[in-house]
């Protein structure tokens, strides 16, 4: 890839706390407690913003996302000044969208406009359901008010993009109470909606004790199928697994990922990923626990050491970003992201079109089937370093 033009570089900053921990989420969230170390952490992040900026190497950022966490727990000001040590160090695009990761719950008066003047401007707001019994077995702290409250907040704000993270398959949901779920986000009217199944995730509290009355394979596809078609029919395009939004609004920062762009990762446990101006592609991660980061950062040792990733490595991680997006993708992209020769992939792919997960739509594009996109996790091991023919 020596020479090739780089790929688009993107900022992740992580904002760990909560107020609560939710029984289902294994991201790296923390909970608050009574006075969490907001002004310590910030002083890390600045200090973690200057130690990165070189791996820019020259590059805009063109997409800045702050997630947790709940990072709507950080006031306007504090927004403000995190985005300000970004705009210090990098060269950020003038046309740069900045996604804010908001509860519905710890919104307070104001504070959306406050983020929107700190340079904000697309807000995800954390619903996950419009049933107030769902909400509460789901371990949310807020209910259905506080999310029309938000949303309505947010566009007097002046936020035009807008995104409702919804589930379905909860807990004792019926298919009539997943679409009722889901009109009444469709009839906000926000630019994106995220609308995803509730999985039991390692290291979460449902996993280690599950809810008795989960809907089952059958009843949780029932309820996608006719959810994705009241999207479609409500003018939202699925343009990743579960990912849905009209036409210009979809997440561009998130497409960054699917399509296998770099991202500099600032913040307690957020993961980057790099390609250096060789074409070696490496990973890295910050340390996971809050303390822990500000440590590192306050003694100097906060700049983590980069791990290169091997032919297969980089080949199946690109095939497992990629496959989540219904349009697929193309050899000559492969190519260019990856540094590899397509031919790599050729008797995977032909695999998986014998399997009926993968179809060729010309001579260098593939996408999933409808098949392929229901056992996604299926499709994407085709592609582990063990199986891939490299």
């Not at 000044?81 to 919104?107: K, M, Q, R, W, Y």
């Amino acid at each position: 890839m020596s020479g090739a033009r780089p790929p688009p570089l993107s900022l992740y900053v992580h904002l760990p706390w909560c107020v609560a921990k939710c029984p289902y989420c294994d991201f790296n969230s923390h909970k608050a407690g009574d006075s969490p170390p907001r002004g310590r952490y910030i002083k890390a992040l600045k200090a973690d913003l200057v130690a990165e900026a070189s791996r820019a190497n020259g590059r805009s950022i063109q997409t800045i996302f702050m997630g947790g966490g709940t990072p709507s727990l950080f006031s306007g000001a504090e927004i403000q000044e995190i985005l300000d040590a970004a705009h210090a160090v990098f060269d950020v695009a003038s046309d740069v969208e900045i996604t804010l990761e908001a509860n519905p719950g710890t919104v307070e008066c104001g504070a959306l406009a406050s983020y929107r003047s700190a340079g904000v401007n697309r807000l995800s707001l954390g619903a996950q359901s419009f049933d107030p019994d769902s909400l509460q077995r789901l371990g949310r702290i807020h209910g259905p008010a506080e999310i029309l409250d938000a949303f309505r907040e947010a566009v007097a704000a002046g936020f035009d993009s807008i995104n409702i993270d919804l589930m379905y398959g909860l807990p004792g949901q019926t298919h009539a109470m997943a679409l009722a779920d889901l009109r009444k986000a469709v009839d906000l009217h926000p630019e994106h909606i995220s609308y995803y199944h509730l999985t039991l995730e390692p290291n979460t509290i449902f996993y280690s004790r599950p809810p008795p009355d989960l809907p089952n394979d059958d009843a949780a596809f029932e309820m996608q199928e006719s959810c994705h078609a009241l999207l479609s029919a409500a003018g939202y395009s699925r343009y990743e697994i579960s990912a849905f939004a009209r036409p210009g609004f979809e997440c561009r920062h998130n497409l960054n990922y699917w399509l296998f762009g770099d991202y500099i990762a600032v913040g307690a446990g957020a993961h980057g990923k790099m390609t250096d101006p060789q074409g070696a592609i490496h990973r890295y991660q910050k340390p996971a626990h809050p303390l822990a980061y500000i440590e590192a950062l306050t003694d100097g040792s906060g700049r983590t050491a980069l791990r290169r990733l091997d032919r297969e490595d980089i080949a199946f991680e690109y095939m497992l970003n990629v496959l989540r997006l219904p349009q697929g993708f193309t050899t000559t992209a492969f190519e260019e992201r990856t540094g590899l020769e397509s031919g790599v992939l050729r008797a995977r792919l032909e695999a998986c079109r014998g399997k009926g997960l993968l179809q060729q739509i010309d001579a260098e594009s593939w996408q999933p089937t409808g098949l392929g996109l229901r056992f996604l996790n299926d499709l994407q091991e085709q592609f582990l370093p063990s199986q891939a023919v490299l």
